[in-house]
């Protein structure tokens, strides 16, 4: 069967919830699931690949290589610029990007830039408002 493509799941299936422990691509609340194929990524969208749930705890990220946290936190940021510049933006793409790109300019430019608890914090929350 082809696992790749758009409204192929025809009826929800159990409930799921998603506790991520990276933050960056905003996985946690799109509507698109990555699967890693034999060959390649494949990708599913459609209602019922939304978790039902999201649990944020920034004690997940503590641990993240600085490297990691950097390069995902960038990740977060760009999504929130094209929610912010994007063509099919709105009011709700505007107000999410808006509070995110804040929070990530005080996590990489404020006066306690860099990975703290606080940060790590902030950096969920914002990879989430950018993935909306």
């Not at 991520?20 to 698109?32: D, F, Q, Y």
Request: proline share 5%.
């Amino acid at each position: 069967p082809i696992y790749q493509g758009l409204n192929l799941i025809k009826k929800p299936g159990i409930y799921h919830l998603g506790v991520p422990t990276i933050s960056g691509t905003g996985a946690e609340v799109s509507m698109t699931a990555v699967l890693t194929g034999p060959e390649k990524k494949l990708g599913l969208k459609c209602d019922w690949t939304v978790f039902n749930q999201v649990i944020l705890d920034p004690e997940l990220i503590a641990s993240v290589p600085t490297d990691k946290w950097f390069y995902t936190g960038m990740d977060t940021y760009i999504h929130c610029i094209e929610s912010e510049n994007g063509m099919l933006n709105n009011a709700f793409s505007h107000a999410y990007a808006e509070q995110s790109l804040k929070l990530c300019r005080d996590i990489y430019l404020g006066d306690n830039a860099g990975q703290t608890a606080e940060n790590d914090d902030k950096l969920m929350v914002a990879s989430l408002m950018g993935g909306l």
